[in-house]
């Protein structure tokens, strides 16, 4: 499940994925995304960082809300750590 928290932000709910496999696709997508060229008027090209915060749990002792708010204190810390990386909660 995928949405738009606010602003620049997007949350990503995988369900029946280990811990390291989400690290690894979370990983995946900030290189790709780190490795994407955007193409703008007047032949100008950007890219893009981004930055991630992952909390997992393989129970269900933990609401959705509890979980989020782990995620977002992680992402903070990897934007608070220099930005363009993934956190682990």
Do not use: C, W
Not at 68 to 79: E, G, V
Request: aromatic share 6%; hydrophobic share 35%.
């Amino acid at each position: 499940m995928v949405g738009r928290v606010g602003g620049e932000e997007f949350a990503v709910f995988l369900k029946g994925r280990s811990e390291d496999d989400s690290l690894e696709l979370a990983e995946r997508l900030r290189k790709m995304l780190e490795q994407t060229e955007i193409s703008l008027s007047e032949g100008k090209q950007i890219s893009v960082t981004t930055s991630g915060g992952i909390a997992f749990v393989d129970r269900n002792g933990l609401t959705f809300e509890e979980l989020f708010q782990l995620a977002d204190k992680a992402l903070y810390t990897s934007k608070d750590s220099g930005k363009n990386q993934i956190t682990k909660a």
